[in-house]
């Protein structure tokens, strides 16, 4: 008998838990800042994230769409604006600036010396990894519309441009940080 | 029989249920800076958040409390301290800067003619729909009473001003961000 | 009888719990910006949150760390690079910028001298009332490597310093703010 009571109550069980909202362990970054002071923490998180067995999406927005041009490219935009926007902030991984004390570049060639010293991994480094360890990276369509950013002047490996419905989407229930 | 059963499994369950903290689809975002490039995401996401169904408040604090201040109001505050921050920070969200790239104002005006140009609702627009849509806008009374802002120096259809303990107890539970 | 299916009921029910992650009410911050007005809404939500019963915890990262150096203290650091850093940007919590409108420490002072006037406690007492409530204070080794810190530089009342990893472990199931 005790089977039945068993199944009896796994069956009440199982229809209510139904009703409890997954807790898969996600962790979701809204990576706003281009700079590489906020690329570092944003891509040292999610690397961490995806080791510790998260699913880990990092959704690129505003200004923090240029570390994801390619090195190579030189944005022109469609207009003066846009081109303006490429010339103050030239996109890529290679040419990111610090938010504070940047000294023309200084200050980030300083930063980079220290983190290769005490052997911490470049942005360049990381996002590489974060791609080979399966972290979504997904960049705002909105942003690339305003922008004037097409699919191409980004670096390989990105998942679809998507919008702030997707990236709520996937927060609900995650460690949620805007960076 | 099994009636029985499924009733005395349900007590239980429901009983050992009540254990477990809610799980409401909620969003909180805590709108830390007055910025033009701030108040966009925090205002996509907050209208975003209300359209996909979640209970969605903004808790205003510091600097995000500017861009509530009504748009004709000159703040004086009531002192010499308090009017220098409103001289240097005029509020209203019709006098937002951008955290880089500002020029004197050219930059934001050329950031709302791209929004313009790709159907991107400006932040007031946004205001607007985010009241409408349901979304709780909570100034910081604290924030309030240190700057000298009234009441009646803000836009209508916000929120009673609240504290940390508000936002934080909203906040359990929900995706947090803070922008 | 209603003895023996309660007794099977509770089981089936406890062993499936056991699958849900536990849900304590957590607040986890990652406190990467070093500015005043910054760790003032970080120390003021972690004791908030504290006296509301969650466990908190701060992680201390970049920039944030610099608050966290002893007033007292003259970092040199270990080669011209770190040297140049901590010139600039002198740790201890009295010696915090703002983020703008800083003037030269003007800025700072005035905003300290509102605060006292509408009884906001300063950063400094913020910090002393959390390590008081229980808040875990942690500081990011990564961090403190490369700035070359060593932990008798630091404040007293901190807790082991910790990686990435430990942070995104307590963040799980936490309301989670990167401030």
Redesign the interface.
């Known amino acids: 008998m005790?089977t039945?009571?068993?199944k009896?109550?796994?069956?009440?069980?199982e229809k209510?838990?139904e009703t409890?909202?997954e807790?898969a362990?996600k962790?979701v970054i809204?990576a706003?800042s281009g700079e590489l002071?906020?690329l570092?923490?944003t891509l040292?998180?999610a690397t961490?994230?995806a080791?510790?067995g998260?699913e880990t999406t990092v959704f690129f927005?505003?200004?923090g769409l240029f570390p994801l041009v390619k090195n190579e490219v030189r944005l022109t935009g469609d207009n003066w604006?846009?081109r303006?926007?490429f010339v103050?902030?030239r996109g890529g991984d290679q040419h990111l600036k610090l938010s504070?004390?940047n000294f023309a570049g200084a200050g980030p060639a300083?930063m980079k010396?220290?983190?290769r010293e005490?052997h911490?991994a470049s942005p360049h480094e990381l996002l590489e990894m974060a791609r080979e360890m399966g972290v979504k990276l997904v960049p705002c369509q909105?942003t690339m519309?305003?922008?004037g950013l097409k699919r191409e002047d980004l670096i390989e490996g990105l998942e679809v441009p998507a919008?702030?419905?997707m990236a709520?989407?996937e927060?609900?229930?995650?460690?949620?940080?805007?960076?």
Chains 1, 2, 3 share one sequence.
């Not at 009896?8 to 069980?13: G, K, L, Q, R, S």
């Not at 927060?171 to 960076?179: E, S």
């Open positions: 005790s039945t009571i068993d009896a109550a796994a069956d009440v069980f209510a838990m409890i909202p807790q362990e962790l809204f706003w002071d906020k570092w923490p040292i998180l961490t994230g080791a510790m998260k927005t505003f200004w604006m846009q303006m926007l103050m902030n504070k004390m300083m010396h220290l983190a005490h911490v909105m519309d305003m922008l919008g702030a419905t709520l989407a927060a609900q229930g995650a460690i949620t940080l805007f960076i």
